[in-house]
């Protein structure tokens, strides 16, 4: 270092460094590299490249068009059918109670016994019900004895007071005395109306005690079979406001009823006298018969779902179902012997670019051309995964789509029955054995 500066570094007065000292600290006047232009050059040059490879690659072979899956038209029946669910039930079912309050004193029945109609099932303790008997009959006893005694005061007063007119007439007798001989016939005329209504208090008390008395034991009024039994000797049973159930009755098992519940959908195509099957968990294998014998009006709701009782008749001369079994019925509404049928995919597919395309996050637009700006990026169309969807046309006419010459052409057709799986063709330049498509193979990834 200089003396001078050195010098004036022991000056207590601050000395700023040498400007060149400065510029090199903080690089000013330093040149730039010249490798540096070159390499954002080439950074340009090849982004450029990229994009006209992107631009015109595809004019000149770029992926393979898409390709389409196809599925014959076939000629065949078709069968239509309803699906519903419900429970087997006796044809009548009958529940018999008690009617009377008591204690029961025997059971005669049990489980699975077959009774007739009139056939004593259970019966009740009769002690107070034969003393209530009694002595209703002793009560009638006295009214019809009053009655007779009213009869007897009243035939006494009659003749008293014929004797006072009489004496009256010759003037033998007071108006007084007339008057109280014919008011003491009216009192015995009363009396002997009063009496004559005990009578037939007493007696309706007693046949309503009798009744009881025959009411203690409990008769089936039916004959079939006892399905359950409620009750044991001993129970005190006591018959308020509902009457207490003791057995449960079914007439005849060889004959019931599958009541099911039919969707509201699927109710407009349910009929009385169609044919049906079903099937039970206990026979998982076997396939019953069934006939429609009613359809409902009455709603069912229950969650917000609609639906309608169907009932249909079942033969089970095996007794092999139960009553409270759980089954799936299969209700054939609609049959065709000789039908053009196509699936039900090729009436909801439409190649892309000839129907409305949904990609698979939502958007919507031209078939295979995302929005936007990247559209200048994106694969070709059918390459990506798209569901192609298509309305009815005017008239109930739809579409199915062949391939004529290397190229999607739409055919329109009138469609009747279907099944979920397959569809009647009414009229259409369709026939069986011919090729429709139904969809696209989804590109490799």
Same mark, same amino acid.
């Given at each position: ?9 022991n ?9 060149d ?9 330093q040149a ?18 990229v994009i ?9 072979g ?14 065949g ?7 519903a ?7 009548n079912q009958v529940?018999v109670g008690?009617?009377i ?31 209530k ?17 009213a009869?007897a ?27 109280a001989a ?16 005990q ?14 008395l ?9 004959s079939?079979?006892?399905l ?24 005849d098992?060889?004959?019931?009823e ?5 969707d ?8 009385d ?20 014998t009613?359809?409902?009006f009455?709603p ?11 009932v249909l ?14 089954a799936?019925? /299969?209700? %054939?509404?609609?049959?065709? #012997?000789?039908?053009t049928l196509? +699936?039900?995919?090729?009436l909801? *597919? @439409? &190649? =892309?670019?000839?129907?409305?395309? /949904?990609? %698979?996050?939502?958007?919507? #637009?031209?078939?295979?051309?995302? +929005?936007?700006?990247?559209?200048? *990026? @994106? &694969? =070709? ?6 569901? %192609? ?14 391939m004529?010459?290397?190229? =999607?052409r739409?055919?329109?057709v009138n ?7 397959v ?5 259409g330049?369709?026939?069986?054995g ?12």
């Amino acid at each position: 270092m200089p003396d001078t500066y050195r010098e004036q570094m022991n000056d207590s007065t601050p000395i700023a460094p040498p400007a060149d000292d400065v510029a090199k600290t903080i690089g000013l006047g330093q040149a730039k590299p010249k490798f540096a232009f070159k390499i954002n050059k080439w950074w340009i040059v090849g982004a450029v490249v990229v994009i006209a490879g992107i631009l015109f690659a595809r004019p000149f072979g770029g992926p393979p068009g898409p390709k389409f899956l196809f599925a014959d038209v076939t000629q065949g029946g078709l069968t239509v059918t309803v699906t519903a669910t419900g429970q087997l039930q006796p044809r009548n079912q009958v529940d018999v109670g008690a009617e009377i309050s008591g204690q029961i004193d025997r059971v005669d029945v049990d489980f699975n016994d077959r009774v007739t109609q009139g056939q004593v099932l259970a019966a009740m303790d009769t002690d107070n019900l034969k003393a209530k008997v009694l002595q209703a009959r002793a009560s009638l006893a006295s009214a019809k004895a009053k009655l007779e005694e009213a009869r007897a005061t009243a035939l006494e007063a009659r003749t008293k007071a014929g004797r006072v007119r009489e004496l009256s007439t010759r003037g033998n007798a007071s108006k007084q005395e007339l008057d109280a001989a014919e008011a003491a016939e009216s009192r015995s005329k009363a009396t002997v109306a009063s009496a004559e209504a005990q009578v037939a208090v007493s007696d309706a008390n007693l046949a309503i005690d009798e009744t009881n008395l025959s009411r203690a034991e409990i008769k089936s009024p039916i004959s079939g079979i006892v399905l359950s039994r409620k009750v044991e000797p001993g129970q005190v049973v006591a018959a308020t406001f509902q009457t207490p159930v003791l057995f449960s009755l079914a007439e005849d098992l060889t004959v019931m009823e599958l009541i099911v519940d039919v969707d509201e959908a699927d109710i407009g195509q349910v009929k009385d006298k169609q044919e049906a099957t079903f099937t039970v968990d206990a026979f998982p294998d076997r396939q019953f018969p069934a006939t429609i014998t009613q359809v409902r009006f009455a709603p069912k709701s229950a969650e917000g779902v609609v639906t309608y009782q169907a009932v249909l008749a079942v033969e089970n001369n095996d007794l092999l179902l139960r009553p409270g079994m759980t089954a799936t019925a /299969v209700i %054939t509404t609609a049959t065709r #012997g000789d039908a053009t049928l196509v +699936p039900n995919a090729a009436l909801r *597919f @439409a &190649p =892309p670019g000839f129907g409305k395309t /949904v990609t %698979t996050d939502g958007a919507s #637009g031209p078939p295979g051309q995302p +929005p936007g700006l990247f559209r200048l *990026f @994106a &694969p =070709p169309a059918g390459m990506g995964q798209t569901t %192609t969807t298509q309305s009815k046309l005017k008239g109930g006419t739809q579409q199915v789509w062949i391939m004529d010459g290397g190229q =999607p052409r739409p055919i329109e057709v009138n469609v009747g029955l279907s099944d979920g799986q397959v569809t009647e063709v009414v009229t259409g330049e369709i026939k069986p054995g011919q090729s429709v498509m139904v969809g696209m193979e989804r590109a490799a990834r």
